[in-house]
């Protein structure tokens, strides 16, 4: 087991927080409503009618709703899906079968649903019917495009019948090769509907990426765009696509999305005449542990882990995580900045279940300048706005004013992740967007699609830490014999199930990968993978990864997507990549190369290296810099030393980053070492 980073004790006195939620806004919050429901009704602690009268109050208040939402979870989710009234076609037999085991827990045994109903039942009311369900803008358009509830409800039946009509059936794998476009939103719901299994990939990435992940699960469905437009420029991917269709042989059906207007490939349906009908939906009934959709892992160490998640599990996770922990109902425009290959465009979904209206921004954050997705929160009235702590650095150093240069008073809440948002980022919030804005840090990851620790509405934000766990996440920072800590580093374990966890990952039918991927280290017990302090005072404070996965603008990778398309170049032998947290919010990623043989790093090969990367994997994964190494260190079976290479740059003495007696080379080692000494300086 690593050792968690430097330093390892701190102290959390209580400081004087940034923002604290007036009463009224805490007392009207979703939280609060849910907590006197759930005391009626299932014995959660009282809500008490009187404002908390400190910080220390709240957060005790707090503290005691979550150990009740943790010690009982068949009663704490049983309590969330009668809250919300889910709809179970069959009645469950109980909330969580005994044992509940990590990995294998059973939820809701026997219960029959649909998300997609559940995600389109705020058109069931004629008072929705013009209310935007979506709104839509990209870089071309002033301002946004509205879908409106009765219209997406019409869209996705007319292309869940279409679906059928073409011989989709429940489990078969349906593709996507979209950008975050209503289009993407219409697609996902309308595979639901029918109980098919979702998998999406956005257009940035190159084929090869595309096919590592859709290849494991043998799509017969591909929805796919001609090309997108991004940073003021048309990209064409009519090409990829062309690819993906020849090399994906299951697909029987092939769904083009003329975003660029280029007519449809031989063979192709076009969709405009697949959502053309007015067709109510028809929602399948599913079991509740029947796969909604399937995520990616960042691919480290091979293939990315296909990871299989649950219609029941996401929506029940999902309806607690918008409406209680983003306050999300009605009455908000929920935009998040995110792509297709990141499991935050799944959450973003999660605000049509709340009946919230969801933003969806097709194009780059920083074009035509930084302020790019400020004025888009502004043009959208975005009352809920999702970022990255690297946008919100950028816009730091870019010496941006959005409160004073934008109309951002429809803006009650900001969420970042993707990486630690640094003290200075907190700060900058206040200071230069909204002083009385709820700013919402949270983290969690891919694998649960949502949240460990992240916004309570009835909390203070203190800079630099994140609110609280999350209702029904019992999550606890462990040392390396498996003993919790407070107000030190540990690793993030998570104790007890979610409904979200993954039911499994594709192809891994006897449960090896997915046990190895999580309970390896404890026994039964989920390890994420992130450095946490949690503070006696009940906040958490992330402090970045605890493995080798890139975290890069909020999108993880994986460095070995990067090794197959750099070490492909005649002139490169191997090669290491690294991803560092910097203390400012930065985000350093060099690429360290062993040439071969009489090659030369000059900038016609560095330039080769950038474009290889750009155009087979994505811009994402174009290194900040390109350094020569004489050669590169591994363990004695010859597997690359990432972890402890990075713990070496952040600043760990090299015998407490490795063991000197697993290297094969101490000497390739050294080199980081004295980098990371002379970047200090």
């Known amino acids: 087991m690593s050792t968690p980073p430097t330093p390892q004790d701190q102290q959390y006195p209580q400081p004087e927080p940034l923002w604290r939620p007036d009463s009224a806004r805490a007392a009207a919050s979703r939280l609060v409503a849910f907590q006197r429901w759930a005391a009626e009704h299932h014995g959660a602690p009282a809500a008490p009618l009187a404002p908390a009268a400190t910080d220390a109050e709240a957060a005790t208040r707090y503290a005691d709703l979550h150990r009740w939402s943790t010690e009982d979870l068949p009663r704490f989710w049983a309590a969330v ?9 069959t009645r469950p037999t109980t909330g969580l079968a005994e044992p509940a085991t990590m990995p294998g827990a059973d939820w809701f045994p026997g219960a029959t649903l649909n998300y997609a109903e559940h995600a389109l039942r705020p058109a069931e009311d004629p008072a929705n019917a013009d209310r935007p369900a979506i709104l839509h803008l ?4 002033p301002e946004p495009v509205a879908t409106s509830w009765a219209e997406l409800r019409r869209q996705v039946g007319s292309l869940a019948a279409a679906l059928r009509a073409n011989g989709v059936r429940p489990g078969d794998r349906v593709s996507a090769y979209l950008p975050n476009i209503p289009q993407a939103a219409v697609a996902l719901l309308a595979s639901a509907a029918v109980g098919a299994i979702w998998t999406s990939c956005a257009p940035d990435f190159g084929a090869r990426s595309v ?17 997108y437009h991004y940073g003021g420029k048309n990209h064409d991917r009519t090409e990829v696509v062309a690819e993906l269709r020849r090399e994906l042989p299951t697909l029987r059906t092939v769904i083009h999305v003329p975003l660029l207007g280029t007519p449809a490939a031989d063979g192709a349906l076009h969709y405009d005449d697949l959502v053309a009908a007015d067709t109510a939906p028809v929602f399948e009934p599913v079991p509740f542990d029947h796969p909604l959709w399937v995520l990616y892992s960042s691919g480290t160490t091979g293939l990315p882990k296909a990871i299989v998640q649950s219609q029941g599990g996401i929506l029940v996770e999902h309806l607690k995580q918008a409406a209680l922990h983003l306050d999300l109902g009605p009455d908000d425009r929920f935009l998040w900045y995110t792509s297709t290959g990141w499991m935050m465009w799944n959450f973003l979904l999660a605000g049509l279940l709340t009946g919230s209206t969801i933003v969806t921004y097709d194009g780059s954050p920083g074009h035509p300048d930084t302020g790019a997705l400020w004025s888009v929160a502004a043009r959208s009235r975005a009352t809920v706005l999702g970022t990255s702590a690297a946008y919100v650095i950028a816009s730091r150093k870019a010496e941006l004013h959005p409160g004073r240069d934008l109309d951002l008073s429809a803006v009650r809440c900001i969420g970042t992740t993707g990486s630690p948002l640094p003290p200075d980022g907190f700060q900058w919030i206040y200071d230069e967007v909204k002083s009385d804005v709820w700013l919402a840090s949270v983290s969690g990851g891919t694998d649960v699609c949502s949240c460990f620790v992240g916004g309570v509405p009835t909390l203070p934000v203190y800079v630099g830490e994140i609110q609280a766990p999350c209702l029904g996440a019992a999550v606890e920072s462990w040392d390396p014999s498996g003993h919790p800590l407070t107000d030190a580093v540990g690793e993030l374990v998570v104790t007890k199930p979610l409904p979200s966890m993954p039911t499994g990952f594709w192809n891994d039918p006897d449960g090896i990968r997915y046990h190895d991927s999580y309970f390896d280290t404890y026994p039964g017990i989920w390890r994420h993978g992130d450095w946490i302090t949690a503070t006696s005072r009940g906040t958490v404070v992330i402090h970045g990864r605890s493995d080798s996965t890139l975290n890069r603008q909020g999108v993880r990778m994986g460095s070995s997507d990067i090794y197959e398309v750099v070490e492909r170049l005649p002139e490169i032998a191997e090669s290491l990549v690294i991803g560092l947290e910097e203390p400012d919010g930065g985000y350093w990623m060099p690429l360290f190369v062993v040439l071969a043989p009489g090659a030369v790093l000059d900038e016609d090969l560095t330039a080769r290296i950038r474009t290889s990367l750009r155009t087979e994997l994505s811009p994402r994964h174009v290194p900040d810099e390109v ?13 690359r030393l990432e972890v402890p290479i990075k713990r070496l740059l952040s600043g760990t003495p090299l015998t407490k980053a490795v063991n000197p007696g697993s290297v094969d080379n101490l000497d390739h080692l050294r080199f980081f070492e004295q980098l990371a000494t002379t970047r200090k300086h």
Do not use: M, N, S, W
Request: glycine share 6%.
């Open 81 to 89: 899906t009668e809250y919300f009234d889910v709809r179970f076609l």
């Open 138 to 141: 990209d870089e071309r358009t």
């Open 211 to 227: 096919l590592d992940r859709l290849q494991q699960i043998e799509p017969t469905v591909l929805f796919a765009v001609d090309g």
């Open 627 to 639: 350094i020569t190494v004489q050669g590169l260190p591994h363990t004695l079976t010859g597997k």
